[in-house]
């Protein structure tokens, strides 16, 4: 059972609410899908872990709830009926779906109208950011530490590159070079150009990791997918 036929069967096991009550329970049950297709789970799955549309309707509806009572036909007639009573329930899911996946013109008719989305419900509201709050919390200093080791790489890059400079002033101020500290010089050279690659690819990484992150926060406080 797919998002759409979920809440198809829900909404229309929930007739006997007020429009909304109807359309609060309807939201949250809407946040369940966008929460968990965000966490990687297909409609399906999250379908299977929200159970039955119609003991969830039941459970909601409580002692409003009535029970369809089946009508059992005899007779030659029979055959028929059934079938045109199968037929009916049929159309009458199918026109469901349609209404919930685009909506009714002002005869009743289906048309070709766009989704209407609905906002979240105000709990369902505050648990999502409550979430995210929790959740920057921790991974926000992550990053953070994150970028300031590529940053440190990036110092200790430059070091390298300007060392020939310290040896340099090391020269002009004491007036003595040694042939060590040319080697040293080479090697931090080396290391600093090294370093420089690998800042650069590391500076790459983090930025893209940090806008990923920033724009699935912005989709998931909003509600998109």
């Given at each position: ?26 939201e ?16 399906l799955?999250?379908?299977q ?11 909601a ?28 329930e ?114 790459k ?10 724009a ?10």
């Amino acid at each position: 059972m797919n998002r759409m036929e979920f809440m198809a069967i829900l909404e229309a096991n929930l007739s006997a609410l007020p429009p909304e009550e109807r359309g609060e329970l309807l939201e949250d049950y809407e946040a369940h899908f966008s929460i968990g297709l965000e966490n990687g789970k297909t409609e399906l799955e999250i379908a299977q872990e929200l159970g039955d549309p119609v003991e969830l309707a039941k459970e909601a509806l409580g002692n409003r709830y009535v029970p369809k009572e089946h009508v059992y036909w005899f007779g030659p007639e029979a055959s028929g009926r059934e079938n045109a009573k199968s037929a009916g329930e049929t159309a009458g899911v199918h026109r469901a779906s349609q209404t919930f996946a685009g909506g009714l013109n002002a005869d009743g008719s289906t048309g070709n109208f766009s989704p209407v989305r609905t906002g979240r419900g105000v709990f369902a509201t505050w648990t999502v950011y409550t979430g995210l709050f929790f959740l920057n919390a921790i991974v926000a200093p992550l990053i953070l530490s994150l970028w300031a080791i590529g940053i440190s790489l990036a110092a200790c890059a430059l070091s390298g590159l300007i060392s020939p400079l310290a040896l340099g002033l090391d020269y002009l101020v004491h007036g003595n070079f040694y042939p060590a500290k040319g080697f040293a010089v080479i090697a931090l050279i080396g290391i600093g150009i090294l370093l420089t690659i690998a800042s650069r690819h590391a500076f790459k990484g983090l930025n893209r990791l940090t806008s990923s992150y920033l724009a699935w926060n912005v989709r998931v406080a909003k509600g998109g997918k």
